[in-house]
C-alpha cells in the first residue's frame, strides 16, 4: 500500500528565508507522481508542484521547487524567499492509478 | 461559475436527518473524487468517479452514498450520520492524461456538523 509521512507538524521561517519541508513515501507502484498541495485558512487546496517518478530533473514553479531524491523515496518541498501569504498548511501527495493519498501535512508559519 | 463549486458550505445535521452535498466542476474534468478531511487526520480518499463510472470505495460506511449523474456533478448523500462523521467535505476533479500526472483541482469544502 502507498504511504506518505510528513514529520514535521508545524515549522517557522523568517520572511525572505528559504524552508525545506520533508515528505517520505512508500509506494508500490512502478509508476508515480508526486504533488504538494497548499491549504490556506480558507480550507481550499491549491496545487503547487508536481514531479514524476520517472522525471530526470527536479521541478520547479516559481519560489517552489521539488527536491526529488527517488533512492531514499523522499520529495522535500523547498520555498525560496518566503512571503507572509505563505503561512498555511501544506500537504504531500502520491498518485498512482486514479488514486491520489495524501501525509498528514506541515503547518508553516512565515514570521515577519 | 469556474473551478470546482461545493454547497452548501456549512452544514448543521442530526443523527437522524438525510441531506447532500453537492459538487459541481466548471473545467471539463473526466473524473471527480470525494475527501475527507478531520481533525488531526490526514485527508481520507472516500470516492472515485471517472468518466461516471465509480472505480473506488475505499471502505466508507453506507451511510454516505455518493451520485455521479454527469461528468460535471457529483453529490454525497448522508443519512443516519454519526457525530465522527463531522468533518470539512472536500470535492475535487481533475483530467486523467496518464496515471501519475493527476492533478486535483479542489471546491472550497463543505464543513458538515453532526449533533
Known amino acids: 500500500a502507498q504511504k506518505i509521512t510528513q514529520t514535521q507538524p508545524g515549522m517557522f521561517v523568517q520572511e525572505k528565508e528559504a524552508v525545506t519541508l520533508d515528505c517520505t513515501y512508500d509506494t508500490s507502484d512502478p509508476s508515480y507522481g508526486l504533488f504538494w498541495y497548499k491549504q490556506p485558512s480558507s480550507g481550499e487546496m491549491i496545487f503547487l508542484i508536481y514531479?514524476?517518478?520517472?522525471?530526470?530533473q527536479n521541478a520547479t514553479e516559481g519560489r517552489y521547487s521539488l527536491n526529488f531524491q527517488k533512492a531514499r523515496k523522499s520529495a522535500n518541498l523547498v520555498i525560496s524567499a518566503s512571503q507572509l501569504g505563505d503561512s498555511a498548511m501544506y500537504f504531500c501527495a502520491h498518485t498512482g492509478g486514479f488514486k491520489t493519498i495524501f501525509g498528514a501535512g506541515t503547518r508553516l508559519f512565515v514570521k515577519a | 461559475e469556474t473551478g470546482v463549486t461545493q454547497t452548501p458550505r456549512h452544514l448543521v445535521m442530526g443523527m437522524t436527518n438525510k441531506k447532500s452535498l453537492k459538487c459541481e466542476q466548471h473545467?471539463?474534468?473526466?473524473?471527480m473524487y470525494w475527501y475527507k478531511q478531520s481533525a488531526k487526520k490526514p485527508l481520507e480518499l472516500m470516492f472515485v468517479?471517472?468518466?461516471?463510472?465509480?472505480?473506488e470505495n475505499n471502505s466508507v460506511p453506507s451511510r454516505f452514498s455518493p451520485e455521479c449523474p454527469n461528468s460535471s456533478h457529483l453529490f454525497l448523500h448522508l443519512h443516519t450520520l454519526q457525530p465522527e462523521d463531522s468533518a470539512l467535505y472536500l470535492c475535487a476533479s481533475s483530467q486523467v492524461h496518464g496515471s501519475e500526472t493527476n492533478v486535483l483541482t479542489f471546491g472550497a469544502g463543505s464543513r458538515l456538523t453532526v449533533l
Open positions: 473545467l471539463g474534468h473526466n473524473a
Open positions: 514531479q514524476g517518478s520517472y522525471d530526470q
Open positions: 468517479y471517472n468518466f461516471k463510472e465509480q472505480t
